[in-house]
């Protein structure tokens, strides 16, 4: 594997080179953890899920998934946050009105064969 350099910017903004993110699967909108690894010189870097297969979840699981959606978004510095409530309000307003929904999402039963 060969070094890639970057520069981190004033803003503390770095490009994850297109290589890296090809190989390991980054993509558009992907949700990002940082952690600092033992030595202290070097960051871990994951893609988390949110959400499996949102449409086939337990009540139980989509609390869980806005629990740890809910704890990402208290864990962010304000300027992040307001980041993505600005790109939050963007996506939704791309989506058709009948799309939008306020409240705890509905849970469909299983269809039941006559």
Partial sequence: ????????G??????????IRQRVGF????????????????VIVRREKLCDDCQGKTVRAIAD???ML???LD?????LKK??????S???????KREIRTGPPRIREAETPM
């Fill in 1 to 8: 594997m060969k070094k890639l350099l970057r520069i981190l």
């Fill in 10 to 19: 004033k803003r503390g903004r770095i490009t994850i080179p297109f290589e």
């Fill in 27 to 42: 993509a558009y909108n992907d949700v990002l953890s940082f952690t600092e690894s033992s030595d202290g010189r070097s």
């Fill in 65 to 67: 998934d806005r629990a």
């Fill in 70 to 72: 809910h704890d990402l």
């Fill in 75 to 79: 864990s962010l510095p304000t300027e």
């Fill in 83 to 88: 980041a993505a409530f600005v790109q939050l």
């Fill in 90 to 96: 963007e996506s939704l307003s791309r989506l058709p």
